[in-house]
């Protein structure tokens, strides 16, 4: 092989060998490149989170200077009491020892009960007097004539418990509005609406009574449950009788005669019916004009020239026409009505018209010129009541309906069983 290749081929494993070793290195270089930019990443975010550090620190150190502070304070408020207190000299001593005694001393139990009774006695008559000031109704039927002033022609006592009724709500006992003058005519509560028909037609000797409006001064007076019964007692003594339920604001003469009212008195006002159409028989010798549709205005229809007709042919056709208005809370429709009939009867029930209720209907009565033929008290409780309006004893008003009808069988049968 010539010398000149031989040249050549060591320099070229020298140049090889170098060039290993630069590889060698660079490879070494490029690792210590890594870890050096990794270090400088980790002084940097440890430099970032210096200021927050030295932060934190400053905010320590004022809290332990202030701690401190407060400390020093504290230690020296404890040294200042502990001096008062080493300063104060007790000048407390016992003069003789406490003795157990042998006996009870002070007041007694009865006494308590004896205060606390009559305390309690003044306070109950201390709250019924408050009650009593504050309870404005007229309690008893004698209150309502001296409050009203008028001639007082019926007094129908309050109706006994009935038989339970089944209702939406569940069974009750209770007072059921019915008719007593025709289910119980040999009631005491029917022989008090004879007796109030009676009056009524010995009212006027010059001209005998032929319309009457009936009405009351607020709601819940029993004015409906008047009218019908004292229709029925008319009837049953042989006047033909028409029962007007001229309430078109809540009628309820349909409910008392278990009657349908989908045609009546403002269907025949407003010229969807007729008469003879609309009226309905519901006894011997009484029919019955319910109140019909409920319109939006009841005053537009009542004070007409067709109602006025209406009524004057009610009292050709009729010996007697009763008509079921409205209370007088506020509504015109009775004081309207009035001046078609021959007068107007007010129902009053004790205990639940008030006395400004009262004098309200009173001067409403007054400012329109109404012939006011009397009161009726209603709901009367005979116990409540000092003076005696009643021919029989408190015992037959009292005594439930169902069982005087029941005596009054059982006695009827006994007799016959005998004979």
Known sequence: MPI?????????QDLTTNFVQSEVQRSGLVSQITVLYDTRAAYKNRSNILPKLEQSQRELER??????????TLLSKLQEAQVAENQIIGNARIISVAQTPNKKTGPSKTKYLVGGGLVGILLGIATAFGLDLIDRSVKTVKEAKELFGYTLIGVIPALGKSRKT???AGDFEGIVPRIVARDMPRSPIAQAYQMLQANLKFLSSDKPLKAIVVTSSVAKEGKSEVSANLAASMAQVGRRVLLVDADMRHPSQHHLWE???????????????EFNKAVQEVMPRLDVLLSGVIPPNPVALLDSKRMALLMETFSKNYDFVIVDTPPLAGIADAPILGKMADGILLVVRPGVVDATSAKAAKEFLARSGQNVLGLVANGVIIKNEPDSYFYYTKEDYTTPDFVREEQATLN????????
């Open 4 to 12: 000149q290749d031989l040249q050549i081929g060591k320099l070229k």
């Open 63 to 72: 809290r332990v200077t202030a701690s401190q502070t407060t400390y020093a």
């Open 166 to 168: 089944r209702s939406p």
């Open 259 to 273: 009657l349908t009212n989908s045609v009546g008195l403002s269907n025949i006002l407003v010229g969807e019916a």
């Open 412 to 419: 009827t049968g006994r007799q016959a069983d005998r004979s």
